[in-house]
């Protein structure tokens, strides 16, 4: 059977880690475009956020290729991601496709829901689950590499001084990550990536902006649904960071690996502005930028897809939050009609912002940021 899933930042890196592991026959996802949100927005209901009619025209694309196993990511708590799989599947059998959907649910809701949807994917009676367990982990390890390689990136495009040679390099250790396979493997290739873009020759950072990226995870991690904001920031040498990774999705334990940050300090970070779950990544969101503005971060920018509720509450936060704690922040609402010059006119607004808000931090004596 033809498998495939969503694109959503690294996940098709590792979807295809995985098929090559329990050897099945998975078909790459197409790039998003103009023409699959069109063909998505035309069949969903109308209200429904963003994620859900990109993934809609993705899979209406897939199985005209050819792709009959669809995988959807299943989800639970106060966002509308928990019912996204029942409907894709009623729009899809409505309008006559024949497929197979498999929702996985993450690891962090269920291990045993997450295991069973994995495991509907795989070949009936083919691997043990000690085979299953193994190549899970291993998978999941990889997914940190490749979120790794995303975060040196950031980091590093911005103070380049040979231009290019970022981009080279994350080619270059994505193809090492994807021949990884084993822990050792897996270990060695970290090593390797680190020892390629620690020889990258960079610029005194003090003298550059630093941009930190928040907001709902599809709209943050996709390229064209963010105008390509890494990118773009990093040609026009500003550091960036984000606060969500696709690693955060699927990580078992509550820790955030690549931004380094545990749930319960994010919560901390959140509680004067936000005290509860709102669903979605809301809290994350403000406690991210709070996180930010503790790191001497000159400004953040938010992404939020139209009518997602919980970026919508983060949102009406985050003004407070960048008043008490002088951060500029810049909220994107992103929708199939949001042009990209419109975008780009308020983030180099944002930019003038920002520099001021460095050079006055600069001027002031050290320490003026409140503690959380
Ligand atoms: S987080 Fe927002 S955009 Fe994402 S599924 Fe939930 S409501 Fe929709």
């Known amino acids: 059977m033809k498998i495939s899933a969503p694109r959503m930042g690294n996940l098709h890196l590792i979807i295809r880690d995985l098929a090559d592991r329990f050897d099945l026959d998975y078909v790459e996802p197409p790039v998003f475009d103009e023409d699959t949100l069109k063909i998505g927005a035309a069949l969903a ?23 009959e196993t669809l995988l959807m990511g299943g989800g639970s708590g106060p966002c509308r991601f928990g019912y996204y799989g029942e409907i894709l599947d009623r729009v899809l059998s409505r309008e006559g496709y024949e497929f197979n959907l498999i929702i996985i649910d993450p690891p962090s809701t269920s291990i045993r829901e997450f295991y069973n949807g994995i495991r509907k994917a795989l070949p009936r009676d ?65 090593a390797d990536i680190q020892n390629l873009f620690n020889s990258i020759p ?20 996709e390229p ?37 940050h545990s749930e ?55 003004s407070r939050v960048s008043r008490e704690l002088s951060i500029p922040v810049l909220s994107l609402t992103i929708d199939e009609q949001t042009g990209k010059a419109g975008v ?12 001021g808000s460095k050079l006055r931090r600069e001027q002031a004596a050290p320490g003026l940021l409140p503690a959380i």
């Open 202 to 221: 960079v610029d005194d950072p003090s003298g550059h902006l630093k941009i930190g990226l928040v907001g709902e995870i599809f709209i943050v991690l």
């Open 264 to 318: 319960h300090e994010i919560a901390r970070a959140a509680a004067p502005y936000l005290s509860c779950e709102v669903g979605g990544d809301g809290l994350l969101t403000v406690g991210g930028t709070v996180i930010f503005a503790q790191n001497n971060f000159d400004a953040v920018v938010h992404f939020l897809p139209f009518t997602c509720m919980p970026e919508v509450i983060a949102k009406t936060v985050l």
């Open 45 to 67: 209901p109308e209200t429904a956020c963003l994620p859900l009619k990109a993934v809609l025209g993705t899979f209406i694309k897939l199985l005209e290729s050819g792709c």
């Open 344 to 355: 780009e006119t308020r983030l180099e607004a944002l930019l003038d912002l920002a520099q």
């Open 224 to 260: 064209f649904f963010n105008f390509d904001i890494d990118r773009w920031l990093g040609k026009r040498g500003v550091i960036v960071e984000r606060s969500v990774h696709i690693t955060d999705t699927v990580w078992l334990s509550a820790k955030n690996p690549v931004f380094g």
């Open 126 to 190: 083919r691997y043990r689950l000690s085979k299953v367990a193994r190549e899970l982990l291993l998978a999941l390890r990889k997914v940190g590499l490749y979120d790794e390689v995303e975060k040196f990136a950031m980091a590093l495009r911005g103070i380049e001084l040979e231009k290019g040679i970022v981009d080279h390099t994350v080619t270059e250790a994505n193809k090492i990550a994807a021949g990884a396979y084993s822990k050792r493997e897996i270990n060695a290739a970290r």
